[in-house]
């Protein structure tokens, strides 16, 4: 009876919070020597298992970072990921929206149960959260806090990290699971490609 009452409450709090989805999709991909977005895992391309992950979770709308056609192109291009991140948190696209999952397009095995555990621990401690040694998938508040300290440390040092966002104001970091490490690979070399066909054929 405990657990159900509990299983009730999470889906009501799930229901009454709006969840954004932003992939980044934006990079050159020069080190894998390809585009990675077009590359094929079950005939499905991985920007297209990016979306169909975000929308299998509680996100509610998805988003295309990058300058693939029906995307949103990078506003301040070549500033790097934060900058790409911090600029989606000020988009008027946003608006309405209590949260913001944000996942490289890089990131074949994440699973739509991962990014509801961050989403569910980040509602529940009303901060951002990520994953330990892993500041992407993570989950940020759509807050103007965070937004007017992530512009002005950006006016300082012309340079912000992922980490540096996430921690600007209340932030969670999850140990993930053992079991859940291989969902957390990303690939940049061919030889992760070639180390995430051989999990998937293990």
Known sequence: MALTLTLRKKALEMRQVKVAGVILAGGHSTRMGQD????????ITLLERSRQCMLASSVNEVWIAGPQE?????????????????????????????????????????SPQMLNYLIENAIRNKSACYFKHYFLPCVLPLSPTVNEVGEKLLSLENKLSIGRLLNLGPALELDPHPRDLNELINLNHPQDWDHFIGLREA
């Open 36 to 43: 990675k977005t077009q590359m094929l895992v079950d005939g």
């Open 70 to 110: 029906g995307a949103h192109p990078d506003r301040r291009s070549g500033m790097g990921p934060a900058v790409v991140i911090l600029d989606w948190l000020k988009s008027p696209l946003l608006n309405g929206f209590d949260y913001c999952v944000v996942m490289p397009v890089d990131m074949p095995l994440v």
